[in-house]
């Protein structure tokens, strides 16, 4: 009979028990010692900040997924229109890295949301050119 892996919550301590909860209504906050790719299952979503930012004439968006399900990523601009849909699909775990052309946008700011489960966050952006 295999022996489990050891868990590790989200500080990096070994734990006996199968999950933790990170307290922020969004489940289970834990992740595997090791997994099949070595990849580290994210403790948290996450929607990071476009790098570069200002950009001129792409960017890329980072994000981590707590668990596999449909993502969407839609840029607008500062009046709400869409201008763009960087992502709608299906999406496993993990991290995560989008590119953003705005060859044909103006100048201007311009907003990116994320949303997946539960989960949904917002970013400000500055395209420059």
Not at 2 to 7: E, I, N, S
Not at 43 to 69: A, R
Not at 75 to 93: H, K, W
Not at 102 to 109: D, F, Q, T, V, Y
Request: net charge neutral; glycine share 8%; aromatic share 12%.
């Amino acid at each position: 009979m295999r022996k489990a892996m050891p868990l590790f919550d989200i500080n990096g301590n070994v734990s006996d028990e199968s999950q933790h909860y990170s307290g922020d209504g969004y489940g289970p906050a834990w992740k595997l010692a090791h997994n099949n790719n070595d990849e580290e299952i994210p403790g948290v979503y996450k929607l990071n900040q476009n790098f570069p930012n200002p950009f001129n004439p792409s960017t890329e968006i980072s994000y981590k997924l707590l668990e596999d399900g449909f993502v969407n990523i839609t840029v607008y601009s500062t009046i709400g229109q869409e201008v763009a849909v960087l992502m709608n699909q299906y999406q496993a775990a993990g991290k995560h890295v989008i590119q953003f052309k705005a060859e044909n946008l103006p100048s201007g700011i311009y907003i990116y949301k994320l949303q997946s489960g539960r989960f949904s966050d917002v970013k400000k952006m500055l395209l420059t050119k």
